[in-house]
């Protein structure tokens, strides 16, 4: 069994501090659901996690199996088996979706893929998750749909096989049908060797996996966990109480953020508006 380890993280982005002493642990046969309202820096920890050099770590560490990763490149974690599925997947013009696939499986391996073996496992992958094989002929998620690109964030999922794996709010942008798919994906890698670090506002999404916890982040730091009935609560109450039970402040509190929390609170939100 492999553990993750973040200790203390403090993280700034263009001089600002988000994550402000966060501490999280997940071993390799866990699921985490990650909520928190917006803005309060669950992709900045993801993305940090993953090692983009534009969030920077002011204090603490990353250990993957007590080894500091803290300053390790993307590439280098990657291959120590961490994955990250974005929230905003770029459109890469000129790189062949394809040609992408078997280089990053080629990153990972001694000895470069064959072209069969390869195809073999691109074709499963395409049905796995339901896109058209011939997609994988186009250029890496130009002119993607939504839940094109978040589909592709799972089928390199499969095809790279990560220890970790990171998922972004994978399942905005997907019809019911997609979120069925992405989430059977899912079920079916939860096998008991994988970690799993899952964003989502939905618990339509968590419902559908298994789940071992969930975490709330708020303000840059866990602010309560619990399992799914912290999930059932956010879903239909939203985040208000984290101040009257936990006397936090929650510093961003926008519109926007109110209308995405979760489904039901959604519909609160919005019947308050009307
Ligand atoms: N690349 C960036 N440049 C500037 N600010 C950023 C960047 N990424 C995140 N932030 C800021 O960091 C805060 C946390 O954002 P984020 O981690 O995306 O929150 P969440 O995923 O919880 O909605 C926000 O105020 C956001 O504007
Ligand atoms: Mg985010």
Redesign the pocket.
Known sequence: MSVLEIKNLHVS??D?E?LKGLNLTISSNETIALL?P????????LQTIMGNP?YKITKGQILLDNKDITSLEVDERSKLGIFLGM?YPSEVPGVNNADFLKASLNAHREKPVSLFEFYKLLNNAYDRVSIPFEMSNRNLNEGFSGGEKKKNEILQMLILNPTFVMLDEIDSGLDVDAIQIVASVIKEKQDGNKGFLI?SHYARLYDLINVDKAVV?VNGKVATTGGRELIKKIDSEGYEWIKKELGIEIE?ETTMNQVSIGSCATKEALKGQK
């Open positions: 982005v263009a600002k988000i928190g917006n803005g309060n820096g669950k992709s900045t920890l534009n929230q964003v982040l961003k």
